[in-house]
């Protein structure tokens, strides 16, 4: 028997959804964005809720029309790729860059603004302690920091919240003048920012965990569930969304409080300070350590076991080793460096989420699902990566012709073309897999 969510029950299921995506890392590219763009912060911020709030919804739309996540929405593409595509967003989100990540925002906000002269050395043994922690808790699966997450992510929301209260009521700087960066294209710049957040591949994970928690709760029928999720999805964007703007705005009136800023951290802690006094600096400091451990625990377990699904080697408790020990490693490289190793990765594989999504929206019209799929998504790979590859630095200039080049959205036209063809391709319904 279908059951039917009651409005306390879908407002717990936005909640979640929306606690789902807001790590604490994803708070200190806003500030920052914010705080380059100067004057052009309406359109650099445009361009990131794009990307950051506005992919991240879509795709948990596209998810409920699929009826799941990733390996539902992938269904026309070889398996192999299927799987290719989940090790490489579990890598993503998990060592190489989001869970490093969370032990080095902890660090950034939550000792180093007490750190009179911090050091190499201090962010190594901090990293070791953080991970090391990280790694004990795992090896439980985060039972108990489970229940913690679900306090500390209401309290991290009401101190954003009363932060971006304070902000619109009492700004404690001024609007610093535009970057160089945020000169020419503020809007793509600001497009561009928004991978950063790595939310559309982790939104293409979310959907089956979303749709699990329905059917835990008696949500049978196919069309409830993805009306339900779609519910979930826009409440998630909304909070999203509010958190974004006014972290925008607080880097853009932070001129005075910060001279200049290598991250988003720096600026939202020094604004707290302003704001609050050492007290709220305090504050602040405990949440957001506590919520990247939550977020860290959350994705070592989550890729340990996924990597134990994917090899039925080595035991979940030795996979938990392996994350926590290269999550250690990565984040000795520092914050400012691990977001700007990871742009080049990013600007190469987000293409291929958001053509995932297209083919799903797309996918209705097609005649030759299996052509279309395989096509528009090798044209969006081979298309970002040569945007990846110019966002590293390599001189791409052969590819000089194609429209957006100068701007590392290259792959947006050829894509787009590939999807007109894809819809216009046919083959025998007789080779054509299953629906659902």
Same mark, same amino acid.
């Given at each position: 028997?279908?059951?039917?969510?009651?409005?306390?029950?879908?407002?717990?299921?936005?909640? *979640?959804?929306? #606690?789902? &995506?807001?790590?604490?890392?994803?708070?200190?590219?806003? $500030?920052?964005? !914010?705080?380059? @763009?100067? /004057?052009?912060?309406?359109?650099?911020?445009?361009?990131?809720?794009?990307?950051?709030?506005?992919?991240?919804?879509?795709?948990?739309?596209?998810?409920?029309?699929?009826?799941?996540?990733?390996?539902?929405?992938?269904?026309?593409?070889?398996?192999?790729?299927?799987?290719? *595509?989940?090790? #490489?967003? &579990?890598?993503?989100?998990g060592?190489?860059?989001?869970? $490093?990540?969370? !032990?080095?925002? @902890?660090? /950034?906000?939550?000792?180093?603004?007490?750190?009179?002269?911090?050091?190499?050395?201090?962010?190594?043994?901090?990293?070791?302690?953080?991970?090391?922690?990280?790694?004990?808790?795992?090896?439980?699966?985060?039972?108990?920091?489970?229940?913690?997450?679900?306090?500390?992510?209401?309290?991290?929301?009401?101190?954003?919240?009363?932060?971006?209260?304070?902000?619109?009521?009492?700004?404690?700087?001024?609007?610093?003048?535009?970057?160089?960066?945020?000169?020419?294209?503020?809007?793509?710049?600001?497009?561009?920012?928004?991978?950063?957040?790595?939310?559309?591949?982790?939104?293409?994970?979310?959907?089956?965990?979303?749709?699990?928690?329905?059917?835990?709760?008696?949500?049978?029928?196919k069309?409830?569930?993805?009306?339900?999720?779609?519910?979930?999805?826009?409440?998630?964007?909304?909070?999203l969304?509010?958190?974004?703007?006014?972290?925008?705005?607080?880097?853009?009136?932070?001129?005075?409080?910060?001279?200049?800023a290598?991250?988003?951290?720096?600026?939202?802690?020094?604004?707290v300070?302003?704001?609050?006094?050492?007290?709220?600096?305090?504050?602040?400091?405990?949440?957001?350590?506590?919520?990247?451990?939550?977020?860290?625990?959350?994705?070592?377990?989550?890729?340990?076991?996924?990597?134990?699904?994917?090899?039925?080697?080595?035991?979940?408790?030795?996979?938990?080793?392996?994350?926590?020990a290269?999550?250690t490693?990565?984040?000795?490289?520092?914050?400012?460096?691990?977001?700007?190793?990871?742009?080049?990765?990013?600007?190469?594989?987000?293409?291929?989420?958001?053509?995932?999504?297209?083919?799903?929206?797309?996918?209705?019209?097609?005649?030759?699902?299996?052509?279309?799929?395989?096509?528009i998504?090798?044209?969006?790979?081979?298309?970002?990566?040569?945007?990846?590859?110019?966002?590293?630095?390599?001189?791409?200039?052969?590819?000089?012709?194609?429209?957006?080049?100068?701007?590392?959205?290259?792959?947006?036209?050829?894509?787009?073309?590939?999807?007109?063809?894809?819809?216009?391709?046919?083959?025998?319904?007789?080779?054509?897999?299953?629906?659902?």
């Amino acid at each position: 028997m279908n059951k039917s969510l009651s409005t306390f029950d879908i407002m717990g299921l936005g909640f *979640m959804t929306f #606690a789902f &995506f807001l790590g604490a890392g994803n708070i200190i590219f806003p $500030p920052l964005a !914010g705080f380059l @763009a100067g /004057e052009h912060l309406p359109s650099a911020m445009g361009g990131f809720l794009i990307t950051a709030v506005g992919l991240p919804l879509v795709t948990l739309v596209a998810a409920a029309m699929a009826g799941g996540g990733l390996p539902t929405m992938g269904r026309y593409l070889p398996p192999v790729v299927v799987t290719i *595509m989940a090790t #490489a967003i &579990f890598i993503i989100i998990g060592p190489a860059f989001a869970a $490093p990540r969370t !032990g080095l925002v @902890a660090y /950034e906000m939550g000792l180093k603004p007490f750190l009179v002269n911090p050091t190499q050395t201090t962010l190594t043994l901090y990293t070791i302690c953080f991970f090391g922690l990280v790694l004990l808790l795992s090896l439980n699966q985060g039972r108990l920091l489970d229940a913690v997450g679900k306090i500390l992510t209401p309290i991290l929301l009401l101190l954003l919240i009363g932060l971006a209260i304070a902000v619109f009521v009492n700004p404690q700087g001024t609007q610093p003048s535009v970057d160089e960066i945020y000169l020419a294209q503020p809007f793509v710049k600001g497009f561009l920012e928004g991978y950063n957040t790595m939310d559309t591949f982790a939104a293409l994970m979310f959907g089956m965990l979303i749709l699990d928690v329905l059917r835990q709760k008696g949500v049978t029928d196919k069309r409830a569930q993805s009306r339900y999720l779609v519910i979930a999805a826009l409440i998630a964007a909304a909070g999203l969304g509010f958190v974004y703007v006014s972290l925008f705005i607080l880097g853009g009136t932070s001129l005075g409080v910060v001279e200049s800023a290598d991250n988003g951290g720096e600026i939202i802690s020094a604004y707290v300070l302003s704001l609050f006094g050492a007290p709220g600096l305090w504050i602040l400091a405990a949440i957001v350590t506590l919520a990247c451990l939550t977020t860290a625990v959350g994705l070592v377990s989550a890729c340990a076991d996924y990597f134990l699904r994917l090899t039925g080697k080595l035991g979940y408790r030795r996979w938990v080793v392996i994350m926590a020990a290269l999550c250690t490693l990565v984040a000795n490289v520092g914050l400012t460096t691990l977001i700007s190793l990871s742009v080049p990765v990013l600007v190469a594989f987000y293409p291929v989420a958001i053509a995932l999504v297209l083919a799903t929206y797309l996918q209705p019209f097609m005649r030759s699902p299996v052509l279309a799929y395989r096509l528009i998504l090798a044209v969006a790979l081979v298309f970002g990566l040569v945007d990846g590859l110019t966002a590293a630095g390599l001189d791409m200039s052969a590819f000089n012709f194609l429209p957006m080049f100068d701007i590392g959205m290259a792959w947006v036209l050829p894509t787009i073309v590939a999807s007109i063809i894809g819809l216009a391709l046919s083959t025998p319904k007789r080779n054509l897999p299953a629906h659902g």
